[in-house]
């Protein structure tokens, strides 16, 4: 398969997962063990076409890098052991660390508490020419802290700023922030890992179960699973409030990880392919230098 034909399957398997207009938006639609035209016989064809896009998706950041005028920020949203890191891991395998920033980010400190919410992420943003990916951001502050309002009595804001259209007005914060970065060269994708209640479940089991995987959980992660509903209930408006033609969600079924890749991949590489990235034109001037260059290397001097 030649890069157009990967694109262009890119763009399908990407398609039904979008979310560009979110005043429909139901997550009962979205199916988190959707594995669309693939089932588990097609695993391994589905990690091949994942090998591929790698690939693909190392050669387009190579030309993103070199013409240094786009940047691309990849938001990974979700419940825990939905797959985040994996998805991160696996997908942006083959890109060059030089031209790829990941943060993790985790609950604020006292210095980034002490400044608006989307502080710390704002100073985090890719440069030109790179990748930057978010595990987790400010979207948080849509979701564990709308889940639990306790946290947002200790983020030190005036009691003038605290009114019942917080989360409206936080929406409204978002879709702005992102709709100037866009502008300003930018290009914002975000994922939501779906993982049903049950596979968390039997994840979690796993990590208890494995000695090698203890590390990974956290009796916390267990605790929040008693908010499930109130979370889905957030984590639907976040969406249907934040998406857009520019800056999409998607909704990636996530209880089967090698087709949650696969999805993934596919959005990214539709993402740089819309860029029509090229590499830098190089001036008349430039060649003769080039030229005079090799002559004198072929020369022996």
């Known amino acids: 398969m030649n890069s157009k034909q990967l694109i262009r399957t890119a763009r399908r398997i990407a398609a039904p997962y979008a979310v560009t207009r979110g005043k429909d938006f139901r997550l009962r639609e979205f199916d988190p063990a959707d594995t669309g035209e693939l089932d588990a016989e097609d695993k391994p064809r589905a990690k091949e076409a994942l090998a591929m896009g790698v690939k693909l ?7 993103l890098y070199a013409q240094d005028r786009w940047s691309i920020l990849l938001i990974f949203q979700a419940m825990d052991a939905a797959g985040k890191d994996g998805a991160i891991k696996h997908v942006l395998s083959g890109v060059n660390p030089q031209g790829c920033e990941v943060y993790s980010f985790k609950a604020p400190t006292s210095e980034e508490l002490d400044h608006d919410y ?8 890719p440069e030109r020419g790179r990748i930057g990916i978010f595990n987790r951001s400010y979207y948080e502050e849509t979701l564990v802290v709308r889940v639990h309002p306790e946290i947002l009595a200790k983020q030190k804001l005036p009691e003038a700023c605290i009114g019942k259209n917080i989360w409206k007005e936080r929406f409204e914060d978002i879709r702005n922030f992102e709709q100037y970065i866009s502008r300003n060269g ?6 939501f890992l779906h993982v ?7 994840r979690f089991l796993e990590r208890i179960d494995n000695p090698d995987k203890n590390w990974k959980f ?21 969406i249907r409030e934040t998406s857009t033609e520019d800056c999409p969600w998607y909704v990636v079924p996530a209880d089967n990880k090698w087709f949650t890749r696969v999805v993934v991949a596919a959005a990214v590489i539709e993402a740089l392919d819309s860029l029509k990235l090229s590499y830098p034109e190089v001036s008349e001037a430039h060649r003769k230098d080039l030229a005079a260059v090799k002559a004198e290397l072929l020369g022996g001097k």
């Open 118 to 125: 989307l502080w710390r992420c704002a100073k985090r943003l």
């Open 196 to 202: 049903s209640k049950n596979e968390q479940k039997k």
């Open 186 to 191: 930018t290009i914002v994708r975000k994922f």
């Open 57 to 63: 998706l190392s050669e387009l950041q190579d030309i």
């Open 218 to 238: 956290s009796a916390a992660d267990a605790h929040e699973r008693g908010y499930w509903k109130d979370y889905m209930k957030a984590y639907e408006e976040m």
